[in-house]
Structure formats: structure tokens, C-alpha cells
């Protein structure tokens, strides 16, 4: 389903779905519509498109609806993270002790023998950090294989009756590597399409990934970005589109 939101910035924007939803700000992607400047290099309105995979029940009663198909948050970052203590890694209960072992496991059967502790802990999400010797194969090309052992891990995670918490793997920090790479990306395409006028579409992406490209050029006024494809994995076009 679709549905639009508006706020004074993207991030205010993305907050207001998630809340009004009841939807993670991973759970769902989101398409930039319109962004109105409120001054000289500040903007005042920003209307994104939240695109869900099924319809959802809001928790909240809110104005925006569903809309059909065009035919054609304070969100913290890992390394924002405060480091957790040896002891505070180990496993505080029945569930967090279970999907340790359970990643240990799968991935000892992928053939590579690893430790598993807790990386973070915040409300309805936590984190676990995979050691092992073999983080290259662990992680996958363009973290892929990560990603698919974190869908699993959630899916676990539902099975024990854990729906409402969000489980992210990491390994040797790919996830803080991978936003800084995302992040120099963004500028470096912005740079090369105001420099050419021609807009440029970048590599296939998850949810996630795509929008810390939208949200790092969304405060650049001549710079303009939306996502085309269908699936989970789609792309980014970084367009120009004058400066005001």
C-alpha cells in the first residue's frame, strides 16, 4: 500500500509515518514528492510517499490516506551507539540468549564457527555482533548475505513470539562502513550531475540504504532523488533540478 505524509523536514516526515503506522522506519521505503524551500537554503515543507508491502492498521488516527499507484526519524546511527560493556553483551533473557544461539548456530552450519554477543539494545530493537574469522563470507557481496541472515534472524525472532522487536546483525561494523560509503556516494553522484546536468542512477538497493541517500540529499535545493524498480532491491535516481 501507499500512503503520504508531510512535515517540515524528511526526517519529521518519516517519523510522523512510522508513528501513525506503527511501522520501524526499515519496515517501509519512501519516495521524496516534494520538498518546498523556506528560505534561501532551508526548506520548509517536505511530502514523501510511504510505500508499505501489504496495508496496515494505523495505532494512531491520522489524515493522510492511501493513495493508488502513478502509472507510470530521528533515526540513530550505529556509530551514535554508546559501546556496551562485557557484561552488559551477554544475553539478559530467555529471548536474547535464544537468538544468540540461533545465529551461532546458523552460521556455524554455514561452515564458519563464530562467537555471537550483543552489539545494542533499544526499545523494540536489538543488535548482535558476529567475530568470526570469515566476516567477508559472513557479510556477502554488498552485505547481501548479512541481509538475508537478518531477515532469517527476524523471522525466528516472530516464531518466538517477538513480532514487536527488530533484530540487526553486524559484523566488524559493515553496517557504520556501509552508511559512510552510502553517504560519500550521495554527495560524490550530486556533485557529478549538477557538474553534467544529467541524472544518474545508481546501483540496486535495500530499503534502508536507499534512504540514507534520499534523506543526505534532501537538503540540497538543486538536487532531487526517487527510487524506480520494483522489489525490495531498487534504485536511486539522483537528478538536478536547478538551483532556486
Known sequence: MIYEFEGKTEREAIELAATQLGLETDEFDVEILESLSGGLFKKGKVRIRVHTSEAVSAKTPFTPQPVSESPAAKTELPSERPPLSDAERIPLDEFETKMVEWTTEVVGKM?????????????????????????????????????????????????????????????????IRREESLVRIAYESAEQVRRTGRSILLEPMNPFERRIIHTTLNDIVDIETKSEGEGLYKQVRVMFRGRK
Request: no cysteine; glycine share 10%; hydrophobic share 35%.
Open 111 to 175: 561452515g564458519y564457527p563464530a562467537k555471537v554477543s550483543v552489539l545494542f539494545r533499544e526499545e523494540k530493537k536489538i543488535g548482535l555482533k558476529i567475530e568470526t574469522d570469515n566476516t567477508s563470507m559472513i557479510i556477502g557481496k554488498k552485505g547481501k548475505n548479512i541481509d538475508a541472515l537478518q531477515l532469517l534472524a527476524n523471522v525466528y525472532a516472530g516464531k518466538l513470539g517477538r513480532e514487536d522487536i527488530k533484530v540487526i546483525l553486524d559484523s566488524e561494523n559493515y553496517r
